[in-house]
């Protein structure tokens, strides 16, 4: 079997994607939507249209088995899949292109990687499904160190150890989530995450950035289902003793979640389990009031019923996803069990709406097919093809983005307001024409809700990066000035280094430096990532 | 009003406590255990008694105004609620006594101690609750300091601002829990975090200690109910944003939740509320081996119906605390909510025990008040008045201490016997008798139980610390070799730092001191907890 390549640019594996005539339409219906004839088209580039600058470090012999600095491996090490990493590979402009490309199969490969890198004072970038949409794994690190190294942990892909009783398994940082579930699903057993960038990203990957998965309440961070890590660091492994739950000091694997490779390499983790769940309904409920809608979810966050589901679409989002016909705003309700008939839980679930007045279709709300027909299963498809959409806006300039946060019920709708309004403004001023600015809430806790905001706007060949730029930084200062935080799942990466360090308090940031001072002396692990580049 | 004042010895406020004919009740109860006619009995000291040396520090003028040096005061903050520490108040032993009591306020004065403290080279011991049993109160901090100064927060207990909407309040960090939920019940909320130690445990001891609450699934810890943390440092205020979720780096909660007082002083917390439950099914379920109750327990964890209540008994547990009558083992379930009637969800538990074999009272399950009828009620009463027969207990020379722990459930069983088997072996060595050791689940989770142990002595005057001490190493040894945590939720203080540093990463070890170099330089915040002393 011939292992399949993550493409070079666009989303996922080579031959994978949009046909041609799917690519035409997603362009015709922006263009209608924006109210324009067509769009200025630029060719995608191939691999061999880029002039890639020589590499300034020679791979050493003794990582010789494993290590490699040809063009193709360090073009695809470069870049994540954000809006500005697909414009810059467009603009075939690779200046950070790492010097070389380990890719690790042991934990001995690691620790060698480590030690050579600490000594010769080498960045290394993890690198694990390559999704981030944050810079997380660019080599971007300032002029310091003598050249860059990513590290690709996709080697590392084996499902080590399930234990069925206290439904855990123990999993290498570098399996992919479709290799997870595969592995899982002979034996009942299900991790049951399911982020956007399932078909790319890694478990280690996964628990470095916080990631978001299926369960919208509850569960919402795959940090709930970490039993328990093994983080190998310059100092040494650092790993946790597999518990249920412990009160004693501090969490290590707090720690090490949400660390993003600046504290160590995430090669292990025993992750907690679910059955198979076989007993599901969803349905959508219409309301005539985005408030209304809004006040339905607090409700039901708040309602102890603990659903897997409870999505909020406004109106125009729901349009776009076809979840929708844009006269409402639409809070998609599932619940699922492995258990029990969930009918109480949905019934009860519905009330709640009913009483906000929420109207739904009463038969399809008890159908068996409930979560993959309706609204429910149109949103649920949409969700699978979007991360292709972009590799056709790209080649027509449009500029299509997402940032999400979190925010306190008591601020939402002041918070809502201002940033929609931040981002609608200078999408205007920056491009001269109106953009547009959707909200849904991917997750949601009785304290309050994740808000996610997909913005579109008409850009310019030649000028996408700067605009971009502008449009992200205006929507960034205000989630943090109307009180959000800088990410909910999307992690901090280098894109989001400036609103994180006004965010997280500064005394935090001393703590987590003088943490990163002892583990990794050298300061070689994802420079300038969580731990601010030394000035 | 004249404030209530904590007892110089035993549990809770001078006044309160068992009557005298109580504290015969139980003696009697307890000789007849061991089968022995009564036990030799020591008076329990009082204040006057204790010959105190001098404070080794003169309060500092700028702090004159809320610190003292009595022997009062000094007296009263030597010592926690263990056993051990009863031990050493009747043996009049006070070496550790602190030089100077604090009474904190505000915030300025907790800088103000800091700073002084700082360069002074004086250690600073924050006082909460004051009911540690595990030493994290005891100003034992080795020879490099120039005196000891404990840190009384229970002055700054105020409710600062509720948000109904989000269910969330922000409180000062000495704020006792009967103040918290007076304070919430107006508004028609309740923290619901009611540890054993209610009476006298704050909210930053709590959050610094991750002390274990009422909801035995799902929101075992204070942890989760942690929206957002402000605390003092030598290096500053560490205060995090308030969010409902964030995906943004190591959260710096964390960090400070279970950092026992050694990075910083917690003096404020956004905390999560609930609406107060007027929905309550509560019962118990007798089984015939405790195997099968024990896998009920685990069923219903990974049921998702999320009991406020699943607390397993051993025969002999249930027995002691009038919760059966030693012939089963017995699984207390509880299901509460303010939201919507639990009979669904209560019936379900039910089916999943029937199938176990587990039998149970049929109508007192759907009983309005089973929550405080039956053996439900029977083991609330109880656990609410066991602190107090410690002070009964000790001055007849009764060893009787617990231990709590979390293990997975693939380990549960082997684990179980053998930490019981070694319990009993110290135990019978040790005093040259059969002691008694049971065990309960205080919590349980989907990936396995939190037990609790008790165990009951025949101890001798004289000898009682070393006696205890020789079984609490010996069971310890056994609970960290056989793969449990030293604590699941009394914390780590003094007491369990020889296998704390046994059990939590090593190089997590070296990350926490790295974080207190650069937060407490001076490292005088509680030394020798959590962060080691050094050699």
Redesign the interface.
Known sequence: MVAKRPKFCGWGYEGEGLTPDEHEMVLERYAERFGLEGFARIPQPELEDIDLHGARLEVPAKLADFCSSTDFDRLTHTYGKSFPDYVRIYNKDFTNAPDIVAYAKSEDHVEAVLDWATGANVAVIPFGGGSTVVGGIEPAVGGKFSGTLSLDLTGLDQILEI?K????ARMQGGIRCPDIENGLRPHGLTMRHFPQSFDLATLGGMIA????GHFAT?Y??IDDFV?STR?L?P??????????????????D???????GS?GIITEAWM?LQ?RPNQRRSTAINFDSFERAVEAV?QLT?????PSNVRLLDRMEALLNGAGDGSHDVVVLGFE????AVD?WME?GLAICNELGGSYDEAASKAEDSNTSGAAGAWRAAFIKMPHFRDALISAAVISDTFET?????KFHNFHENVTAAAEQAIEEVTGRKGIVTCRFT?A??????PYFTFQAVGKHGALAEQWLEIKKRASDAVIDY??????????GRD?MPW?ER??????G??????????DPGGILNPGV?VPLAQ
């Open positions: 234990d009783t206290s439904r855990a950035t916080r990631s978001g509850l919402t961070h039993e983080m660091t100092a040494g492994a650092m790993e946790s003793r597999r518990l249920p739950g412990s009160g004693a000091g501090p969490s290590p707090r720690m090490a979640i949400g660390s993003e504290l907690r059955d607090r708040q309602s102890g019923l603990f069990s492995a258990d029990h109480a009860r979190a925010i306190t019920w008591d997750h806790y009785p304290d309050g809700a994740a009180g959000g935080t800088i990410t909910h799942h999307h992690a901090v989001h994180y965010q997280r308090p500064e005394v935090f001393l703590a987590l430096q003088g943490a990163k001072d002892k583990l969580i």
